[in-house]
DNA sequence: GTCTATATAGTGATAGAC
DNA sequence: GTCTATCACTATATAGAC
């Protein structure tokens, strides 16, 4: 039986656990709020650890936001292969959003609430990210095939998915207490009335 | 000529200055990246001025909210006796919001951007407030009068505000490179059929 | 009411034993 | 690879002179 220093039992990826609970802690108490101290002390590891896996606080940071838009893209790609309409895309990423804010509400909150250039000034803005350019692309492409309206892509993009943005931020914030995914078809029909031709 | 003993010219109401210049470091920077000492530096006076006329950092940003609040309610409760039906005074608060964007963007970021939780633990979030709870009013006197179709009202409030909002959002950023206001006719267009009977 | 100087506490990060 | 101990620094806030 090998023996391996940890005081921790299950420590075979300490970073995964790192990376969890900052997570936890960035999206419950603010990544200023959250000291180094605090992510050792929670995840019940020594500070060197942290520093062993990740040279600052920052690193931690961006690891979890890379992460979790190489995520979205993945799971983004997957619908451009499965659908082809403009509605049917778009109305499928509100659905994958939908669910996600219910089943990674931390994660989410991380994506979509943070002001990552406050504290990740080097990282690329969420708005200049690959998830976001495609769903510009989707909007683009309905507006291209006249499935919507001409106009800014920009300001269409922003008409069909904004409510669902800020329904997933008062969902997060606790401000509307219902799961999201049953209120898809209403939010969809509203977002889709609104832009359509 | 009366002799003050600050070395600033014009500090009658350094109070305001204060004010002024933390919430400019505020939305630039953030608020736990702005010291006391950046404020104190940036308004060129002294760490003991600005503790005398406020007890701790926080309560400035109270301030900067506090004040606000009260200039957005004051300007809401303008445009109820102003309007009569949901669609008008729905779409005033937009015009008055996106111009708002333009002419005070930091008020407007802070207002609206700022993760207020984080700083400011013990003022109530922004979607409780007065004048969030008026916009939530009209919306639900809408549904009442059937200007607006029958649904949940933070849902219908959310589809129809959240386009908006996230358009403030992305030019407050820098994002969205034009001027709000000559876009507010298409915005409207797009959040009102969505939600219209 | 404004100033300078300082107390106090906690932060991000490192050193070096094991 | 994980630990403990500690550094160097910066932050908020206070004390007390003027």
Redesign the pocket.
């Known amino acids: 039986m090998p023996k ?5 039992g299950n ?1 075979v990826d ?1 970073r995964q656990t790192i990376l969890k609970t900052a997570l936890i802690l960035f999206t419950s108490k603010g990544y200023f709020n ?5 992510i050792k002390r929670t995840a019940d ?5 942290v ?3 990740f ?4 690193e931690i940071a961006k690891a979890i936001y890379a992460e979790m838009l190489e995520v979205m893209t993945k799971s983004m790609d997957e619908i451009m292969v499965q659908y082809d309409s403009t509605q049917e895309r778009a109305k499928a990423i509100m659905r994958m959003l939908f669910d996600w804010a219910e089943t990674n509400p931390a994660e989410m909150e991380f994506m979509l609430h943070a002001k990552h250039k406050e504290f990740m000034p080097s990282a690329i803005p969420v708005c200049s990210s690959r998830p976001l350019a495609m769903m510009r692309e989707v909007v683009q492409t309905g507006i291209n095939n006249g499935e919507i309206r001409e106009m800014d892509v920009t300001l269409a993009a922003t008409c069909l998915f904004g409510g669902m943005f800020r329904m997933i931020n008062l969902r997060l914030d606790g401000i509307f207490k219902e799961p999201l995914p049953p209120h898809l078809e209403m939010v969809w029909d509203c977002a889709w009335k609104g832009v359509a031709r």
């Open positions: 391996t220093k940890k005081k921790n420590a300490l959250t000291s180094v101290h605090d590891i020594s500070i060197g650890a520093y062993h896996h040279k600052s606080k920052e």
